[in-house]
């Protein structure tokens, strides 16, 4: 079996949250959306839009020529159905998020279903192209989907 030359997530058995997320900047941490505070700068809903490194970042955080080279050639060292196999876990993920806080925020629900969709689109559309991953995939896909059917048929506690 191949494996990444990068550490970016564990299988998805193991995970049962979202506690970063990646951008060019870095890792950086995800926290809830709570509607009795303000957008983060940066965020989406942030009057001052934003989108520019995290505060605090600046030239001496940036990648040196060499170290960029040797970035890109494990990457392109990397089977590219591995990164894309990765990708879909990061997809479950975000599904499994949602589905465990759409009963707090109604919103979730529908986050869940995109990320579930997307999920199936890359699943079902790549299918065997995906091997040696296909199959499980394929399964977790199935068992995202009956959960999403379980959250959303269930009723709301009454509080």
Do not use: C, K
């Not at 579930?116 to 399964?139: C, K, S, T, Y």
């Amino acid at each position: 079996m191949l494996r990444s030359h990068f550490p970016i997530g564990l299988p998805w058995h193991h995970t049962r949250h979202m506690s970063s997320l990646w951008t060019p900047y870095g890792e950086q941490p995800v926290e809830p959306d709570r509607p009795d505070q303000p957008a983060a700068p940066g965020a989406p809903g942030d009057p001052a839009g934003g989108g520019g490194p995290p505060a605090g970042y600046g030239p001496e955080d940036e990648l040196d020529p060499e170290e960029m080279r040797e970035m890109l050639a494990r990457l392109a060292a990397t089977p590219v159905e591995l990164i894309v196999a990765q990708f879909a876990v990061q997809l479950q993920e975000l599904g499994v998020l949602h589905l465990g806080i759409a009963q707090e925020r109604a919103e979730s629900l529908g986050q869940a279903a995109l990320a579930i969709d997307a999920l199936g689109a890359l699943v079902e559309g790549l299918g065997e192209r995906l091997a040696p991953n296909d199959e499980p995939l394929r399964q977790v896909l199935s068992q995202l989907r009956l959960a999403y059917v379980e959250v959303a048929n269930d009723p709301a506690p009454e509080g």
